[in-house]
């Protein structure tokens, strides 16, 4: 497989993108596009946990329900989530249903809700490399980084869960701290 693939619209694009109109759409507008603000980088981080184990796409396509079901991931009205809304998530199909999963949104929730605003957005970004090469191959990217590493011991002291290395770097991917587009991807050129 090729790391670029042509798509139907004559768009260059990373191959992971595939054919899918909506990972398409990702990939174009959001996937390595500077994300800022404790909400939407706790909702991204909630995301990125679910996302273990799993593939993207699958997230990516019950977005809208997680953000109904999460109160639009805004953290405070999450962290007053208790044991009946955990049981009702559960058996919502429209979601990922895992408990542990479940359960660490909203213990990271009240962690988030207690914090300054603007503290969340300010110690994810402090982990973003100063510099970063963009990849010329998907063989070059990473799974882990010492600066994902590091994201990841300092939320974890802090009480954060399924908050791993690995969930971390997609999560710094994902919200723009690195660029992984690769060469001959139109979004790398921009």
């Given at each position: 497989?090729?790391?670029?693939?042509i798509g139907p619209d004559g768009t260059?694009?990373?191959?992971w993108a595939g054919d899918d109109a909506e990972y398409q759409r990702y990939h174009d507008e959001e996937w390595g596009t500077t994300l800022r603000g404790d909400r939407p980088l706790f909702e991204k981080m909630s995301l990125e946990g679910?996302?273990?184990?799993?593939?993207?796409?699958t997230i990516l396509r019950k977005r809208p329900r997680f953000r109904e079901?999460?109160?639009?991931?805004e953290p405070a009205t999450v962290a007053a989530f208790g044991p009946d809304d955990v049981e009702r998530m559960?058996?919502?199909?429209?979601?990922?249903?895992?408990?542990?999963?479940?359960e660490a949104?909203?213990?990271n929730a009240a962690i988030v809700a207690g914090m300054a605003d603007g503290e969340l957005d300010a110690l994810l970004w402090s982990f973003a490399p100063a510099a970063h090469r963009s990849p010329s191959t998907f063989a070059e990217v990473p799974?882990?980084?010492p600066e994902s590493t590091a994201m990841s011991t300092e939320?974890?002291?802090?009480?954060?869960?399924?908050?791993g290395p690995t969930t971390m770097y997609a999560l710094m991917q994902s919200s723009g701290m690195v660029d992984d587009h690769v060469a001959g991807c139109w979004r790398a050129a921009a």
């Open positions: 497989m090729s790391d670029v693939r260059a694009r990373c191959a679910f996302q273990a184990g799993l593939s993207w796409i079901v999460f109160g639009g991931f559960l058996q919502d199909a429209g979601i990922i249903r895992h408990r542990g999963k479940i949104v909203i213990a799974a882990v980084t939320l974890r002291r802090r009480g954060f869960r399924f908050v």
